[in-house]
T-cell receptor, first 113, second 115 residues
Framework: AQSVTQLGSHVSVSEGALVLLRCNYS??????LFWYVQYPNQGLQLLLKYTSAATLVKGINGFEAEFKKSETSFHLTKPSAHMSDAAEYFC???????????FGTGTRLLVSP | ETGVTQSPTHLIKTRGQQVTLRCSSQ?????VSWYQQALGQGPQFIFQ???????GRGNFPPRFSGLQFPNYSSELNVNALELDDSALYLCASSLGTGTSTDTQYFGPGTRLTVL
């Protein structure tokens, strides 16, 4: 069975600071990995995806994530936080591209001025 | 190009009732996936429909059922509602082959409250 663990239900940063959201996965097969963002009262928006190509994946809004097989991690980073980044972030895994996404419990990012 | 839409936005039901939630997929998409997101949790996969056939199911009881229509829109039906069914129900559409799909685009969800 596949699963993801997101460390930290809440992460607080100051505007302009580095954003680091952690995700570790468990998969018996090479995984497909994703990060989604959810703004209040909205659905999920795809930030980026890893599909076994480059291990460093760049996404929208300045976010990127690095796939590290040895650490079974896929952490999300952004060099400089913006107020508009405040939202809930979900890491997800699947066996094949976008089939039956398995989500983590989410991390709420709080950005203070 | 219209995005994924869901109706209704909010719904209140009582235990034992039945509910139908609707999803209109994005133009050109042939695959619809449904997810349940309980408060404070990540979404959980309910099932997926590809070209009007169920194409994978999560760990949900048979009282959760679905349909996909020729225009690829979809319905989620839940019978004998329980209090734990209270959640945000998300629909996602994508262009797929049956064994894999491209990016899943999510709708805004339907908030179901069971009293």
């Amino acid at each position: 069975a596949q699963s993801v663990t997101q460390l930290g239900s809440h992460v607080s940063v100051s505007e302009g600071a580095l954003v680091l959201l952690r995700c570790n996965y468990s998969s018996s097969v090479p995984p497909y990995l994703f990060w989604y963002v959810q703004y209040p009262n909205q659905g999920l928006q795809l930030l980026l995806k890893y599909t076994s190509a480059a291990t460093l994946v760049k996404g929208i809004n300045g976010f990127e994530a690095e796939f590290k097989k040895s650490e079974t991690s896929f952490h999300l980073t952004k060099p400089s936080a913006h107020m508009s980044d405040a939202a809930e972030y979900f890491c997800a895994v699947s066996r094949t591209s976008f089939q039956k996404l398995v989500f983590g419990t989410g991390t709420r990012l709080l950005v203070s001025p | 190009e219209t995005g994924v839409t869901q109706s209704p936005t909010h719904l209140i039901k009582t235990r034992g009732q039945q509910v139908t939630l609707r999803c209109s997929s994005q133009s050109g998409h042939n695959t619809v996936s449904w997810y349940q997101q309980a408060l404070g949790q990540g979404p959980q996969f309910i099932f997926q429909y590809y070209r009007e056939e169920e194409n994978g199911r999560g760990n949900f009881p048979p009282r959760f059922s679905g349909l996909q229509f020729p225009n690829y829109s979809s319905e989620l039906n839940v019978n004998a509602l329980e209090l734990d069914d209270s959640a945000l129900y998300l629909c996602a559409s994508s262009l797929g082959t049956g064994t894999s799909t491209d990016t899943q685009y999510f709708g805004p969800g339907t908030r179901l409250t069971v009293l």
